[in-house]
């Protein structure tokens, strides 16, 4: 876990009190974490001052982020809200070409970085950084987080699997359209070399309905990635499945249609058909898989 918090004030953090409007706390953060967190009061303030942070320019800036922590805040009369930070000594400045390069793993999505906003993501900042560079040991260890809250799922239109969960499938959502054969070749290939096996639904027939099918490899599924070109309706359906499971889902699409409004906060591995593209998909999608099957490594 770590925050994300960018600013438009290019001076902003050489000083050590900042502010912004309360309404820009939880921008592009997953709702089950803006939830949490918007609410400010206690717990949700002491988590927040546990996770390491990176404090980042808006893009015109073209300054280096700082690492550090939220020392305290509080949220004032005037729907602002005020915090104090403090910088990691002997840590190295995070270069805007750099926090680009790793958007991804970060989960920082497209444009995100050309809006002032407090973002909380669910990813070990410590971890992802120290692949790129080297960080000062012991200093910005991520804070524990309580589990998010969970809801029982009963659904009536599919019957719930006897099967485990297992902790190497890849679940691909995408239409069984021929066209398709080099992008499904490609993401087989990115399973493979990550250390997981991919399964669509037409490499099973357990079930006279293939939509249970789909739900079983979805609810067994470690991750699950949902091709959203040409928005075919069945994935999108499949994708809302997903979400609802809490599975990870890595969204990807050739070209750049313009999803719906209630998928484009995520963030999408958009590519084209070249073979060149493909192979760019591939390695981009293997670095992701793997970074995901690893930060769940102990979730059931």
């Known amino acids: 876990m770590y925050n994300l918090i960018v600013t438009s004030d290019c001076e902003a953090w ?3 009190r900042s502010s912004m409007p309360l309404s820009r706390l939880g921008e592009y953060t997953p709702q089950s974490l803006k939830d949490r967190y918007r609410r400010l009061d206690e717990a949700a303030r002491a988590e927040l001052q546990s996770f390491p942070t990176l404090f980042a320019y808006e893009s015109p800036c073209e300054k280096a982020a700082r690492l550090g922590r939220v020392k305290r805040f509080r949220a004032s009369s005037g729907d602002q ?10 840590a190295p400045p995070i270069s805007h070409e750099l926090i680009e390069e790793l958007a991804w793993d970060l989960e920082i999505a497209d444009w995100e970085m050309s809006r002032t906003h407090w973002a ?33 799922i009963a659904p009536t239109v599919f019957s719930l699997p ?15 359209d021929p066209a398709h054969a080099p992008v499904l070749q490609a993401v087989r290939e990115a399973c493979g070399r990550a250390g997981l096996r991919c399964v669509r639904a037409d490499d099973i027939w357990e079930d006279s309905a293939i939509i249970q099918d789909i739900f079983a490899l979805i609810y067994r599924s470690r991750i699950v990635i949902a091709d959203l070109t040409d928005l075919n309706g069945n994935v999108l359906y499949e994708t809302g499945i997903a979400h609802t499971l809490g599975r990870p889902v890595i969204p990807i699409s ?9 998928l484009a ?19 981009r999608l293997e670095r992701r898989l793997h970074r995901l099957a690893t930060s769940s490594s102990e979730r059931p």
């Open 120 to 152: 909380v993501k669910d990813v070990d900042l410590v971890d992802v950084l120290g692949d790129a560079i080297t960080l000062p040991g012991g200093l910005l260890t991520s804070g524990a987080v309580p589990p998010v809250p969970t809801i029982d």
């Open 265 to 283: 906060h995520h963030r999408t591995l958009f590519f084209d058909s070249s073979d060149g593209g493909l192979a760019t998909m591939a390695a």
């Open 162 to 176: 006897s099967a485990e969960r297992e902790a190497d499938l890849v679940a691909l959502m995408m239409p069984f």
């Open 14 to 16: 050489e000083r050590t």
């Open 81 to 90: 809200v005020r915090f104090e930070l403090t910088h990691t000594p002997h």
């Open 254 to 262: 050739r070209g750049t249609a313009r999803l719906p409004f209630d």
